[in-house]
């Protein structure tokens, strides 16, 4: 056996002191994902939701826009659509929600943000989303989804695009922006809980800190996200049921009922109580 084989063989391993590899630097093709794939994402992403939400939104709607006590809940209300109408009618004003979906996703970043910073830029993000976005897709989707009846000949309004030139030709292009406000309120108020809901459910449920590296279970992340979803909702359920109502309301009927989101929130609670809200 040579000399230099047996120094070879008899030299101490030297014991591997560098910090361990972070999964980029281990395989050195990952990289982080480019715009257009997130933007693709996300607009896939947007028309799946609308595909399986429209149907609650729809029920929603009408929950909201019923005066008189006809439905009595979510189950009856949509019941009566499929006995009445037929199911096609749970997907009314289909294409202008996932249209209006897809360009929110499409649009939205996210980043790491201080509490303060969180709340700030959850409140911006919403209501531009609300004012150059929902707004005008919300009034199609809220006057096709208040038609009763499948039968196009029928109808006042025959699809998106020709309910979007009845209301410009009756209105003018400001009748899209039709409860603005509200739904500015509505918007700014849920993205600022859901950017904060979020982070703190982690916080409080899993001990979980936003850039701690630590990796939650699919579970987990499914009841925060949740919870945090649910939030929203719960501080914005009156602004969101007086925007239905002003975008809901026609011109052609005579003098309108709502004159903007203060009176009309005064003027649902004095007829139709609190709960109407």
């Known amino acids: ?54 149907p609650i939104d729809v029920i929603k709607t009408r929950l909201q826009l019923d005066r008189s006590g006809s439905y ?14 037929g199911v096609r009618a749970l997907w009314k004003g289909l294409t202008p929600f996932a249209t209006h979906l897809t360009l929110k996703y499409v649009l ?55 309910c979007a030139r009845t209301i410009i030709r009756e209105k003018g292009l400001h009748g899209l922006w039709a409860g603005a406000a509200p739904t500015i309120m509505r918007n700014g108020i849920n993205q600022a809980a859901m950017f904060t809901a979020k982070n703190a459910f982690d916080r409080v449920l899993w001990d979980k800190q936003e850039g701690d590296g630590k990796v939650l279970q699919p579970w987990q992340s499914m009841i925060s996200g949740f919870l945090a979803r649910v939030a929203g909702p719960v501080c914005t359920g009156p602004f969101d049921v007086v925007k239905t109502r002003l975008m809901a309301q026609s011109r052609s009927r005579g003098e309108v009922k709502y004159k903007g989101m203060v009176q009309a929130i005064v003027t649902i609670y004095k007829k139709e109580r609190l709960r109407a809200l």
Do not use: W
Request: glycine letters at 8%; proline letters at 7%; hydrophobic letters at 35%.
């Open 72 to 85: 009595r809940g979510i189950i009856h209300c949509s019941a009566t659509i499929v006995r009445t109408v």
């Open 108 to 162: 939205r970043r996210t980043g790491e943000l201080s509490h303060g910073a969180r709340v700030l830029v959850g409140f911006g993000a919403g209501m531009i989303e609300a004012l150059v976005i929902v707004t005008p897709f919300e009034v199609v989707k809220i006057r096709l989804q208040q038609q009763r009846g499948l039968t196009r000949e029928l109808l006042k309004y025959k699809g998106p695009v020709d």
């Open 1 to 54: 056996m040579s000399h230099t084989h047996l120094i070879h063989s008899s030299s101490p391993s030297k014991p591997n002191l560098d910090p361990p590899k972070s999964m980029a630097e281990q395989n050195p093709k990952s990289k982080s994902i480019p715009p257009h794939v997130k933007a693709i994402a996300g607009s896939i992403g947007g028309m799946v939701e609308a595909c399986c939400l429209q």
